[in-house]
């Protein structure tokens, strides 16, 4: 058995890219649960579209690090920072679970 | 023009034209290039230009802007989603009209700001629509009766059941006109683009007969024209009805110098004429609010609608501010009196006045005679009005 923390957003909100910048927006369902709007960088912006797409911790951690060729330690410092800012922040939920 | 003026203007050009902005001046003033775009509801398209040339902090008010015509312009759309679902539900015809249809032709629809969404519905189903809104939890509003303001979180919608419901400074009825707008809805429930390219014209126009516009709308022309295949000669023909075909053509000239777009006919304007215009669009921004060249733009409108010589315009014009009919008092809350008892105007007249004169002497008699004391300006603003083809 195996643990892995699959992640839920916020309903209402959405990743917005404009012009090379990545925004996340609160509208009106999410609305007072995190902040209106945030701006977030490229990788956020890329962590995001992957659990946008339903993938779990482990698959997140695995496919950024095949991706740019780093080590999986190296990913997970940057993701686990990224989770935490925006758990906090409520556009997230993360949920652990056995597999 | 000052330098940011000019250098926003640039900015303008190279996002029109799908170009990026190469150099900005020395000791270029952020703070006042923010003022600005801000005064022009452009901070999102100016701060995507200008982006390149500073760091965060100088740019921090335009990337607030930036920011905010994301939220806003993201807001607008789940919410315009929802309630077009709940329309199609009910069975009701809604046809959105003005920001929401020109964003569509902007390269990022985001920065397309727009204060409100604009829908226009049949008369007949104004009560249906309005019980279905607030069913959704809207609050609403009616300043003025053929629109209906909603608003619900961050989202306000107005929705109209005239298309056009002003008058402007000449005799077409726009109003009967734009009334048609249903003969020019497709299977998609989408206006043709060529009859909503008349109405932005048109509602340009009213916007600077009545007060004054800023660089937006001439942004919207110019997207319009580019991305759209135009029957030309048909809102050629059109614009000729409606009297609005010499403004539409100052109004492309105006396209082609500042956004260097190819329109498909423009007037010829003197390099005064030119200044003079773009100094004025400048200074006005959205609206024209705040621009004090402005403050005798509904008297010049009545003056030229009456085709009375000055004096005997100016003389009416006094005698119905001193005798305002019941439907101008009756919806002041001092005059509810009058509701229903229209033979009660005479005494709203007479406590009208001795209010005035009990309260606020000076102010009335600088009322009264305004058409005396501001002549020049009326006039200086009738000739723009000539210049502008209206």
């Given at each position: ?9 916020t ?30 960088n ?7 579209s ?16 095949g ?33 | ?60 008010l ?53 204060g409100d ?60 006109y ?36 800023g ?24 614009l000729?009805?409606?009297?609005l ?96 008892r ?27 005679l ?21």
């Amino acid at each position: 058995m195996k643990e892995d923390i699959s992640f839920k957003i916020t309903k209402g909100v959405c990743l917005v890219e404009v012009c090379g910048e990545a925004v996340l927006v609160s509208t009106r369902e999410a609305r007072g649960k995190c902040p209106s709007v945030q701006l977030v960088n490229s990788a956020a912006a890329y962590y995001w579209s992957l659990i946008e797409q339903g993938f779990t911790y482990g698959q997140i951690i695995q496919h950024a690090a095949g991706e740019f060729t780093l080590e999986e330690m190296q990913v997970a410092a940057a993701f686990d920072q990224f989770v935490e800012a925006l758990t906090q922040n409520g556009y997230l939920i993360a949920e652990r679970h056995t597999v | 023009m000052t330098q940011e003026e000019k250098c926003i203007l640039r900015a303008l050009r190279c996002y029109v034209q799908n170009e990026v902005l190469d150099n900005i001046p020395e000791n270029f003033d952020w703070s006042t290039a923010s003022k600005i775009a801000e005064h022009h509801a452009l901070m999102g398209i100016v701060y995507t230009q200008l982006k390149a040339f500073s760091d965060t902090e100088s740019m921090h008010l335009l990337q607030r802007g930036f920011l905010s015509d994301i939220f806003y312009s993201t807001c607008r759309e789940s919410d315009y989603q929802e309630l077009q679902a709940a329309f199609r539900r009910a069975g009701l015809l809604v046809v959105p009209f003005k920001g929401m249809v020109v964003s569509q032709y902007y390269p990022n629809h985001e920065l397309r700001t727009m204060g409100d969404i604009d829908l226009c519905i049949r008369p007949e189903d104004r009560m249906k629509v309005h019980e279905l809104m607030i069913e959704l939890g809207f609050e609403y509003k009616v300043d003025i009766p053929s629109v209906w303001t909603y608003h619900r979180d961050v989202i306000s919608y107005e929705i109209h059941d005239h298309m056009f419901y002003e008058q402007m400074a000449n005799s077409v009825d726009y109003q009967s006109y734009f009334d048609h707008v249903w003969e020019h809805v497709d299977s998609a429930g989408r206006i043709e683009p060529e009859f909503h390219f008349l109405y932005l014209i048109a509602h340009t126009a009213k916007h600077i007969i009545n007060q004054g516009n800023g660089i937006r709308p001439f942004l919207d022309m110019a997207f319009l024209v580019r991305r759209e295949q135009l029957d030309w000669k048909w809102i050629e023909q059109e614009l000729e009805k409606l009297k609005l075909l010499p403004f539409a053509r100052v109004c492309f000239a105006l396209c082609e110098r500042w956004l260097q777009t190819k329109m498909p006919w423009k007037a010829d304007i003197s390099e005064e004429l030119y200044q003079q215009l773009t100094e004025k669009v400048l200074c006005d921004g959205i609206f024209g609010f705040g621009n004090e060249e402005n403050s005798m733009a509904s008297f010049t409108k009545q003056i030229k609608r009456s085709r009375l010589p000055y004096g005997l315009a100016a003389f009416k014009l006094t005698i119905q501010k001193l005798f305002p009919s019941y439907g101008n008092m009756q919806p002041v809350p001092k005059y509810s009196f009058l509701k229903g008892r229209p033979w009660l105007l005479p005494a709203a007249w007479v406590y009208r006045w001795g209010y005035t004169a009990a309260h606020k002497f000076r102010y009335g008699c600088d009322f009264l005679l305004e058409p005396i004391a501001k002549r020049t300006v009326v006039e200086k603003r009738e000739k723009l009005l000539q210049d502008w083809g209206l």
